[in-house]
């Protein structure tokens, strides 16, 4: 089984920076793709960015390139979310999220994501 645990989040101003991390633990094998979701209150939960997590392939969701970079830290077990040029409208839970098949890496849709953390608060401020 596979356990995910984010922190970072918080409270920061339009134009401000935060970075996520989550923390991962269980089998290496169902966790080759790894990925952030965030949701908005009233919104379905929507696709961020993901990694491979043995290549470092990334891909990412049209309205956060070049803002936003995911990352991840292999002996720590740990995968990031750098947030740079926050706006009001990236106010959501952030959700870590993994997969077994790495062709998930490319699957947008949350459906397709096997395991789930929490979630954590990003909330910018206008």
């Known amino acids: 089984q596979v356990q995910l645990v984010e922190s970072g989040g918080g409270l920061v101003q339009a134009g401000g920076s935060l970075r996520l991390s989550c923390t991962a633990s269980?089998?290496?094998?169902?966790?080759?793709?790894m990925g952030w979701f965030r949701q908005a209150p009233g919104k379905e939960r929507e696709f961020v960015a993901a990694?491979?997590?043995?290549?470092?392939?990334?891909y990412y969701e049209d309205s956060v390139k070049g803002r936003f970079t995911i990352s991840r830290e292999l002996a720590k077990n740990t995968l990031y979310l750098q947030m740079n040029s926050l706006k009001p409208e990236d106010t959501a839970v952030y959700y870590c999220?993994?997969?077994?098949?790495?062709?998930?890496?490319?699957?947008?849709?949350?459906?397709?994501?096997?395991?789930w953390g929490r979630g954590t608060q990003v909330t910018v401020s206008s």
């Open positions: 999220t993994a997969d077994a098949n790495t062709a998930t890496l490319r699957r947008p849709d949350a459906r397709n994501w096997d395991y």
């Open positions: 990694l491979n997590w043995n290549a470092g392939t990334t």
């Open positions: 269980g089998p290496t094998f169902l966790r080759y793709v």
